[in-house]
């Protein structure tokens, strides 16, 4: 494959996560033309999927789709959504990337998102973006405020049966698009590749993925958002209204059989948080956290997990050992209890697992920037300076990194901006 277009940017912002937008806003507002390489359909990371955000309770996609937008309305920001960073060198003051465009099977220049090629479509698919809960079609914008609005087709689930191009006003569609490469050459780059989530899949004593009531943090953060699939808490299996939820705290992290034996550091707040906004919408139901420890760390946290526990939220200090489906869908949580006398059980209607922060993304292959033993991004000068990779020119910005919450991410995406800022200025005036 050869390439087939060339950008010349002053800084490459890998990731359109919230430390990714952060860091380009940030760069684009010094006059410093950046481009952001986003491998999903749309820029906005985890955040813009989350229902609402710990310690403050403010609707999470209400203060991420400005700043998505803020990004795309730049003039000095270009971005390219469903890319694959496939190398990336620096040498001599100057970064060097190579990028695969991934064929979306609909021509961005040509789609102007008004979704008849969705209506159009015959094919029902679960929606990855509700946490497979609710339904989508093969062919669609990926959700209501995705950046930028164009449509894709899942071949997986395409039958080519014409429709959607049939049904497109401008022709967009587009059944041999294929993959293309782009060359950027910039002065700087920053990773902010983000986290991804363990699976239940790995843990037989949670029912490896199976027990159809036993859902992830993410799915629940889907259920409680304003644009959820049911609008209202329902548990997936059988639309029933939940009685009794209960929260498995360190379900992937702080476990060696997991690989991940850090701490995921923002499960315990998220968990609190998903707790609360339950007991708004359910009231009557009781909801129980089991937990090894609480890290309520930054600031305002602890006041937020008295405020729970005020709230009559129920915290369980202890180590859930297995999970087990009942009949009617309801699930046996065994577990051992600090305080308790051995084993017991509890039945909960639905559980939701914390499972384990890991990265997203690993340079092996791509670029000689080196990871720590946790397998996220090394920070060179923890204490100093924990934007610097060990590859002169490229910094690391939020998840990246290592688990992080929104505020250290922004903050830390600010810090990632400064030090990409100084390195511009410093080699072009070298290079005089
Ligand atoms: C269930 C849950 C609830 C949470 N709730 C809260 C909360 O209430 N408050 C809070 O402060 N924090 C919360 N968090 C944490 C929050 O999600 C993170 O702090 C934040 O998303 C980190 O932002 P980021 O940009 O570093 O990473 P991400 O959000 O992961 O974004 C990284 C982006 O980089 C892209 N990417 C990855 N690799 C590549 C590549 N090779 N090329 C191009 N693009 C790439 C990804 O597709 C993604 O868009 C929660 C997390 C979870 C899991």
């Known amino acids: 494959m050869t390439s087939e277009r060339t950008i010349r940017c002053d800084a490459l912002v890998v990731g359109g996560g919230i430390a990714g937008l952060q860091a380009a806003l940030d760069l684009a507002d010094q006059d410093f033309s950046v481009v952001i390489v986003e491998r999903d359909l749309s820029i906005g990371g985890k955040m813009i999927r989350l229902s609402k955000v710990f310690p403050t309770l403010d609707c999470s996609s209400c203060i991420t789709t400005p700043k998505m937008a803020s990004a795309a309305h730049h003039d000095n920001i270009t971005i390219l959504t469903w890319c694959e960073l496939r190398a990336l060198e620096s040498a001599n003051g100057a970064v060097t990337a190579q990028v695969t465009a991934m064929p979306r099977f609909v021509d961005e220049e040509k789609c102007i998102g008004c979704r008849k090629c969705e209506y159009a479509c015959p094919v029902l698919v679960p929606d990855p973006e509700q946490g497979g809960f609710s339904a989508t079609r093969a062919i669609r914008i990926p959700f209501s405020n995705a950046i930028p609005q164009v449509a894709a087709l899942d071949p997986d689930n395409c039958m080519l049966c014409g429709r959607c191009a049939r049904a497109c006003p401008t022709g967009a569609v587009d059944y041999l698009q294929q993959p293309r490469e782009i060359t950027i050459n910039a002065g700087t780059a920053i990773l902010a590749t983000g986290f991804e989530m363990t699976g239940p899949e790995g843990k037989p004593q949670y029912g490896n993925g199976t027990i159809p009531n036993v859902i992830t943090a993410l ?108 009949d009617g869908g309801a699930v046996a949580v065994h577990y051992e209890a600090q305080e308790g006398d051995g084993v017991s059980v509890d039945s909960h209607d639905l559980v939701v697992l914390s499972m384990g922060v890991v990265p997203h993304w690993s340079p092996a292959g791509i670029c000689e920037v080196s990871t720590a033993d946790d397998h996220f991004i090394r920070s060179v000068q923890p204490s100093l300076s924990p934007v610097r990779t060990d590859l002169e020119g490229v910094f690391v910005a939020g998840a990246a990194s290592g688990p992080k919450d929104i505020v250290d991410s922004i903050a830390e995406a600010g810090a990632a901006a400064m030090e990409a800022s100084n390195y511009l200025t410093t080699v072009s005036r070298q290079q005089g």
């Open 219 to 326: 799915q629940m953060e889907r259920i409680l958002a304003p644009h959820g699939p049911y609008n209202r808490v329902l548990r997936p299996m059988d639309g029933m209204e939940p009685d009794s939820i209960a929260f498995v705290q360190c379900a992937g992290s702080r476990d060696l059989s997991m690989g991940v034996p850090y701490c995921s550091r923002f499960c315990c707040m998220y968990a609190i948080k998903q707790a609360m906004l339950l007991s708004g919408a359910l009231p009557l139901a009781d909801i129980v956290i089991y937990y090894m420890d609480i890290r309520a760390f930054g600031k305002g946290y602890e006041q937020f997990y008295q405020t729970a526990k005020a709230m009559g939220i129920q915290f369980v200090k202890g180590k859930v050992a297995r999970l087990q489906a009942q």
